[in-house]
């Protein structure tokens, strides 16, 4: 490796030459780049971890629950014999509602929603199953008479909460 030391004492020079080895030296101690980036848990943990991930009683279902009930809506919870087991069923309104989750659903145009950088393309299909899933629900529900709301969990922040809230109610009193 040569170094130009132009205008230069030469123990100036000689120092330069000395530190442009030494990086070298690290550069090539260092392991290659991976392009894959290694779990800080052990699959058993990771594993386990997911697990506890809940798909039914989560806060913003809790959160829609509480309200409908307060304000004199009666409901059956997830029942096995409809399309897409909806989260709030209203027997008396012939209306189901969905509480998703933003990541889990994959919420177009949502912060919450923000695809791993980590196994991509298996976070993508399983995202995407996820969507058609719901799409096929709620098209079977439609098929079946049933009128669907979905709730994003977005819509249940501290911000939005009242809003949306109150135009879940409005719309239900219209259906009396």
Known sequence: MAIKCANRSLASCEAQELFTKAAVLRNLAKPAKQTKMTDTHSKE????????IKGKNTKPELLVRRFLFANGFRYRLHPKTLPGKPDIVLPKYKTVVFVNGCFWHGHHNCKYFVLPKTRTQWWLQKITN????DWQAQTELNALGWRVITIWECELKPKK???TLTSLLSYLLTLK
């Open 45 to 52: 943990i990771r594993a386990y971890n997911m697990s506890r």
């Open 130 to 133: 996820t969507q058609k899933r």
């Open 161 to 163: 909460v009242e809003e």
